[in-house]
């Protein structure tokens, strides 16, 4: 136990990658295996696991290719700052203007892949005008981790400059966003999963943290397609079923997830409304959350399950309740 307790300790007090593994590489590789022994999640019970993701980011930051550059069959990437951290994996900025986007554990790689299969297909399978309405992969590869021999699934991402998610929205806005400027929001969303939905994928996970909008242009990305239901591909399950939850929005999903049954568009439908009734709070006039409730029925065969339809419907509603459609100016506070 003293030893765990002190690669605890030490874990906590390092504040750079530098602290915990110093300078010499060889050196730096002992430490992390012994430290990744210490504290992996199997070895404690999984009380560690927070420790062990903690590890991996401060490793992945200390172990980069080439003094920072992490070179492909294709492109060269120079990795610049810290990584942010994602629901399974880290995203590393790099040149030229993209994402590496790398989970914390090699076991995720199939999600990874999962996503770079959802954006493949969406290109070539649908309309290319609503490309703009999710990220560009620019490659995916494996990658090699030099202390450990793990392999890694990475994705390479088109930067997004400008958008920020529906979570910063709520949080800048905790009383509520006006209805009118949400409107804007779900309307773009709709387009987004109508899009993805006739190019026969499901994202699976249309949760604040996954929806990027662009307040000054009106913008809308949805991000994070490593949940999503891709069709019949030989390399990925094809159950039909969303293949994991992120367990701090365990409550945002219908009963079809948790569930572990097929999702439909009905699925996705269900999330993106409540992140809009989510987004408004208690501001929502009473049409607009009966127009809701439609949305999130328990039972998936009586959800609307045609994004393009139920983006006909809003706008008809729309209409009623503020008039004919005009552009409304969104202002959020800078992040800190």
């Known amino acids: 136990m003293k030893a765990l ?30 430290l990744a022994r210490l504290v992996h999640p199997d070895a404690t019970g999984g009380r560690t696991r927070d420790a062990f993701i903690r590890l991996n980011a401060l490793w992945h930051t200390y172990n980069r290719d080439d003094h920072g550059v992490i070179t492909t069959r294709r492109h060269a990437y120079r990795l610049s700052g810290d990584p942010i951290g994602g629901d399974l994996a880290e995203l590393y900025a790099a040149e030229p203007g993209v994402l ?16 770079a299969v959802a954006l493949r297909r969406l290109p070539e399978d649908g309309d290319g ?24 699934q990475v994705n390479v991402i088109a930067a997004l400059d400008g958008f920020r998610s529906l979570t910063e929205v709520g949080t800048a806005y905790p009383d509520g966003v006006d209805p009118r400027d949400a409107a804007w929001m779900w309307r773009r969303l709709l387009v987004g999963l109508g899009f993805a939905h ?16 662009h307040p000054e242009k009106h913008g809308l990305v949805l991000v994070d397609w490593c949940y999503s239901v891709p069709g019949c591909y030989a390399h990925v399950d094809s159950s039909g079923r969303v293949p994991a939850m992120v367990d701090r929005y365990a409550g ?6 948790p569930g572990r049954r097929p999702a439909s568009p009905a699925t996705d439908i269900f999330m993106a409304t409540r992140c809009m009734t989510g987004l408004m709070g208690g501001k929502a006039p009473p049409a607009m959350r009966s127009f809701a409730r439609g949305c999130t029925l ?39």
């Open 198 to 213: 006739r190019a026969g994928v499901l994202h699976g996970a249309v949760l604040p943290d996954h929806v990027l909008i």
């Open 100 to 115: 590496l986007k790398m989970p914390r554990d090699p076991r995720d790689s199939d999600l990874v892949e999962r996503e």
């Open 5 to 34: 307790d002190d690669a605890l300790a030490r874990l906590d007090r390092a504040r750079v990658p530098a602290d915990l593994f110093g300078a010499d590489e060889a050196e730096a590789a002992r430490r992390y295996r012994r």
């Open 129 to 152: 005008k609503f490309l703009p309405y999710v990220p560009r992969l620019v490659e995916s590869f494996r990658h090699r981790d030099a202390a450990t021999g793990a392999q890694r």
């Open 298 to 336: 328990p039972a998936q065969n009586r959800r609307p399950s045609d994004a393009w339809r139920l983006l006909a419907e809003l706008d008809e509603l729309l209409e009623r309740l503020y008039g004919r459609r005009r552009f409304r100016p969104f202002h959020l506070p800078a992040p800190n």
């Open 252 to 257: 945002w999903y219908p009963p079809e997830v």
